[in-house]
């Protein structure tokens, strides 16, 4: 069984920080594109809260993984706690924890407990590799998410070709980033009720 803990200070407000989480498939943005994680929600309750139940499936370490995961614990802005009820472990288990450390800055702590379904030569073969790229993937998965609330990233966003397209020659006549021309657009038209 391996546990592998990170944390990393957003200078992100708590709520804003804990809302990031609190949306499963999130996760997926989190790791490298080469593993191609995905995470569905399969079923959600309310505010994806205790007993939310999504899919998760990657390319781990070479090999193709897919699970199914309960929201067990949930509390706003504090933590929130989710394992496996269906997949390929022995046990999977992923807690984040939130802390408001003050002037809108957030601890955000992650930790995996997990335990592969693998024989002694196996466990051997997990602290070499698995674990060194589950514990990157942690990591680096905290820093893209510090990036992105702090602004400092960028998100998908998933437009058409066309709008795009549009989209580029408005930025070219504001004579900005596409960034600030989303903005002043939707500054820019009053928003209907």
Not at 90 to 101: A, L, P, R
């Given at each position: 069984?391996?546990?592998?803990?990170?944390?990393?200070?957003?200078?992100?407000?708590?709520?804003?920080?804990?809302?990031?989480?609190?949306?499963?498939?999130?996760?997926?943005?989190?790791?490298?594109?080469?593993?191609?994680?995905?995470?569905?929600?399969?079923?959600?309750?309310?505010?994806?809260?205790?007993?939310?139940?999504?899919?998760?499936?990657?390319?781990?370490?070479?090999?193709?993984?897919?699970?199914?995961?309960?929201?067990?614990?949930?509390?706003?802005?504090?933590?929130?706690?989710?394992?496996?009820?269906d997949g390929p472990f022995k046990k999977w288990m992923i807690t984040v924890e939130f802390e408001d450390v003050g002037e809108n800055r957030t601890r955000t702590r992650m930790t995996v407990d997990y335990d592969l379904p693998l024989s002694f030569i196996g466990s051997i073969m997990d602290k070499v590799k698995i674990e060194k790229e589950a514990?990157?993937?942690?990591?680096?998965?905290?820093?893209?998410?510090?990036?992105?609330?702090?602004?400092?990233?960028?998100?998908?966003?998933?437009?058409?070709?066309?709008?795009?397209?549009?989209?580029?020659?408005?930025?070219?006549?504001?004579?900005?980033?596409?960034?600030?021309?989303?903005?002043?657009?939707?500054?820019?038209?009053?928003?209907?009720?």
């Amino acid at each position: 069984m391996a546990t592998i803990s990170k944390e990393v200070i957003i200078n992100a407000p708590v709520k804003e920080v804990f809302t990031y989480f609190a949306r499963p498939e999130h996760m997926s943005e989190q790791f490298p594109k080469e593993i191609g994680m995905n995470v569905i929600p399969i079923e959600v309750k309310e505010g994806f809260g205790v007993g939310t139940v999504f899919r998760i499936t990657g390319n781990f370490g070479g090999k193709v993984l897919e699970w199914d995961c309960e929201t067990l614990e949930y509390i706003p802005e504090r933590k929130i706690v989710a394992k496996q009820i269906d997949g390929p472990f022995k046990k999977w288990m992923i807690t984040v924890e939130f802390e408001d450390v003050g002037e809108n800055r957030t601890r955000t702590r992650m930790t995996v407990d997990y335990d592969l379904p693998l024989s002694f030569i196996g466990s051997i073969m997990d602290k070499v590799k698995i674990e060194k790229e589950a514990e990157r993937g942690i990591e680096n998965g905290l820093y893209r998410v510090k990036a992105l609330l702090e602004g400092t990233g960028s998100i998908p966003v998933y437009i058409t070709l066309d709008a795009y397209r549009k989209l580029l020659r408005v930025k070219e006549n504001m004579n900005c980033s596409v960034s600030e021309a989303i903005v002043r657009l939707i500054e820019s038209k009053p928003i209907a009720k």
